[in-house]
């Protein structure tokens, strides 16, 4: 293909890309990874009127500092930089592949952009996008034999994003090989260059180890399998790349063992496009497997490396191209590949993004607060909250993120001040349970928010949004309405009151609750309770406690427990079922309670009750 030609095409991508990206950033009614966009669109917003945000490690220094301009246009002018960013990157990735795999230029050009990790990231306010900037330059950097800028630049990396400091071997091997020994201690150039102007602000020259944001040991996320990422690849990378980046890691490594040689720039390529790669890769699955270092295993984080993993690829399309002699033939199949690409992305990605019900939940809650009468502060856990609510998050004079007392969080407020406790943050972030606020004498209950399916979030914990206020009156809680049903068992010939469902029957009868019987109020609590025993082994998922909430045809809530017996269970057992819905239901629903004997098992029950209250 003439060089002309492939520039034609290589410009006819990147319009193409850039509209679809402008186009989504209209469309999309949520950010990919949601909060933590938030946060860094805060830092660099008010990083000029509070300096000291320009180093802050959680926010990383290198980042907000190029983000700060573009916050001045909005979040969606935010949102632009990182894809400006992305798009010179692929520029540069294509670069790179034109020098050393020219072959598998232009598709891993677009193999790259529709990774599905690395797409997403493009309108995101996150760091990725700008790591893996940073990465592909020093590579190509490092090609032109530019190995002092390669350091100099490489260097400041960790503050884009901490990590980044497992390169710095890598890059220091290559230089050894290279010969080049002054461009290793210029590793360290960005490192002194923020313990200097840190230690101007801070007074603390080893600020940097003392500020460090990130737990060293377990974390409150807690840990997953090794090889999570590697069972997230295909949403990660997409299939067409994975089969790319196998095959040229293998033809790679074949490569290099037929003709070994130290001072090889075959092996010092593969150093440090390939051993960057995998090493970043290992390094997040350890750190997660392991529950270090405050991770979530969120895959997102593989985005900053995926251009030098498609890097990886082109040398699988180099091995194509040696084996498939017909050039028209190569071409067919390479076009297969990159629309095989995007065709599955798009396939296994919705866009395009829409507000999942958390999201719509946090602003129903928001829209709430902007017509209460808010004369205090607001308090919050998900930094969400600050940017519905249109908050400068670090003016402590409206609003607080956390708050010092965990026990009574009232003590850390005054009167009139508003809470907001949602489900996920406040007791993993935050380290304050739902609990802890229902028990404060202080805090009022003023509303609260629940999604009409149940959604279980990090910790186990079923989300809801509760906001409270802190009330002069104190210990004045909200009224409770509560309605107890019980099963009833009629008497057998023997007196006994038990009821036995055997092998024949499936379905135990029901306790059944009119939703126009309760007190309308905002939430419903259900606690349903049996009596039971049995004379064999029941396993888990045989047999079911049941509360379903249903309209017609229609099921709003639907909620099971396993009743289990073994072998060492001889006195009746007791298992409860609970679950919370809103009360905003069509008042034609009904509650239905009742004992589901899936795999058709004799059991014995002694009592079924219900008791519902309205909060």
């Known amino acids: 293909m003439k060089r002309t030609d492939e520039k034609t095409i290589l410009w006819v991508f990147l319009v193409v890309l850039i509209f679809i990206q402008l186009l989504l950033l209209w469309k999309n009614e949520v950010v990919y990874e949601g909060a933590d966009n938030i946060t860094h669109f805060h830092m660099a917003r008010y990083a000029f009127k509070y300096p000291h945000l320009f180093l802050d490690l959680w926010g990383k220094p290198v980042f907000t500092t190029l983000l700060a301009p573009f916050t001045f246009l909005g979040f969606k002018g935010a949102q632009i930089l990182n894809l400006l960013i992305a798009v010179l990157t692929l520029i540069f990735t294509f670069k790179i592949s034109k020098s050393i795999f020219p072959k598998g230029a232009l598709a891993i050009f677009v193999l790259t952009a529709f990774a599905p990790v690395y797409f997403l990231l493009m309108l995101s306010t996150l760091t990725e996008i700008l790591f893996s900037f940073l990465l592909v330059v020093s590579v190509y950097l490092f090609i032109k034999n530019k190995f002092i800028s390669t350091a100099l630049l490489l260097s400041f990396i960790p503050f884009v994003r901490s990590e980044g400091i497992i390169l710095f071997p890598v890059f220091a091997v290559a230089f050894a090989l290279k010969r080049n020994w002054y461009a290793i201690p210029a590793l360290a150039a960005g490192t002194f260059f923020y313990s200097v102007i840190g230690f101007f602000v801070f007074d603390d020259i080893l600020w940097l180890i003392n500020r460090f944001p990130y737990p060293t040991g377990s974390s409150v996320y807690g840990s997953g399998e090794l090889f999570h990422f590697v069972k997230k690849s295909y949403n990660i990378f997409g299939v067409p790349l994975i089969l790319l980046m196998l095959a040229g890691l293998i033809y790679w490594l074949i490569e290099i063992f037929r003709k070994f040689s130290w001072k090889s720039d075959n092996l010092i390529l593969f150093i440090i496009i390939t051993g960057s790669w995998t090493g970043y890769f290992a390094a997040h699955s350890f750190v997660w497997w392991q529950g270090m270092g405050g991770s979530l295993g969120l895959i997102r984080v593989i985005g900053a490396v995926i251009p030098l993993a498609a890097l990886t690829g082109t040398k699988g399309i180099q091995f194509l191209a040696e084996k498939i002699k017909k050039q028209h033939v190569l071409v067919v199949l390479l076009v297969v590949i990159s629309v ?149 068992i009629p008497v057998k010939e023997d007196d006994s009151q ?104 004799r059991i014995v029950i002694k009592s079924l009750k219900s008791e519902i209250k309205t909060l």
């Open 340 to 488: 095989a690409q995007v065709y599955l992305f798009f396939g296994q990605n919705k866009l395009p993004l829409k507000a999942n019900p958390v999201d719509k939940l946090i602003v129903k809650s928001a829209e709430f607060l902007k017509n209460e009468n808010t004369e205090g502060r607001i308090f919050y856990f998900n930094p969400v909250f600050a940017f519905q609510l249109g908050l400068n998050p670090y003016d402590s004079a409206t609003n607080g993120w956390f708050f010092g007392d965990k026990i009574q969080p009232s003590n850390s407020m005054e009167f009139g001040d508003i809470l907001i406790w949602d489900a996920h943050f406040g007791p993993n972030e935050g380290g304050t349970s739902y609990e802890t606020m229902e028990k404060d004498p202080w805090l009022q209950k003023i509303k609260t928010f629940l999604p009409e399916e149940k959604i279980t979030v990090l910790g186990g914990y079923n989300y809801e949004i509760h906001i409270y206020r802190k009330e002069k009156l104190g210990a004045d809680r909200e009224s409770t309405e509560t309605l107890i049903r019980e099963l009833e």
């Open 498 to 601: 038990i009821l036995e469902i055997g092998k024949g029957e499936e379905y135990s009868p029901s306790i059944v609750v009119n939703m126009y019987e309760l007190k309308r109020s905002e939430v419903v609590d259900v606690l349903l309770s049996v009596q039971y025993k049995s004379d064999i082994q029941i396993g888990e998922n045989e047999v079911l406690m049941i509360v379903s909430v249903e309209n017609g045809t229609d099921n709003l809530r639907y909620e099971k427990l396993s009743l289990t017996w073994t072998k060492t269970n001889t006195e009746w057992k007791t298992d409860t079922l609970e679950t919370r819905f809103p009360a905003d239901v069509p008042e034609s629903a009904i509650i239905k309670m009742y004992v589901w004997n899936m795999k058709k098992k």
